[in-house]
Nanobody, 123 residues
Framework: QVPPVESGGGLVQAGGSLRLSCAAS????????MGWIRQAPGKEREFVAAISRSGDNRYYADFVKGRFTISRDNAQDTVYLQMNNLKPGDTAVYYC????????????????WGQGTQVTVSS
């Protein structure tokens, strides 16, 4: 399966916003639950958000609730992560991947990872 391609990362000041995109291809996109995972320097990968195949259900890590929103456009085969009120602690490489087992939110439950996009938040 072709890995997804993330984009939209960059450098932003604390309190700012970014919108990440994940363009997927291969097996029918609407058949796949998707998610975002991040990895900060020197730390393990951690779950950020996930969205069901239809987009009706979502999960969020506690540290992003109220600030980040995951969405998808099945017509465009794309998943988004809107990030508002960014904090320096959000600095990480953000990856898009398939949540093969819906509801299993450990990073190890995600497959077919993209190459990641760097998000850097300055104080």
């Amino acid at each position: 399966q072709v890995p997804p391609v993330e984009s939209g990362g960059g450098l932003v000041q604390a309190g700012g916003s970014l919108r990440l995109s994940c363009a997927a291809s291969g097996r029918t996109f609407r058949d796949r639950a998707m998610g975002w995972i991040r990895q900060a320097p020197g730390k393990e990968r951690e779950f950020v958000a996930a969205i069901s195949r239809s987009g009706d259900n979502r999960y969020y890590a506690d540290f992003v609730k109220g600030r980040f929103t995951i969405s998808r456009d099945n017509a465009q085969d794309t998943v988004y992560l809107q990030m508002n009120n960014l904090k320096p602690g959000d600095t990480a490489v953000y990856y898009c991947a398939e949540n093969r087992s819906w509801g299993a939110l450990a990073a190890s439950s995600f497959v077919s990872w993209g190459q990641g996009t760097q998000v850097t938040v300055s104080s």
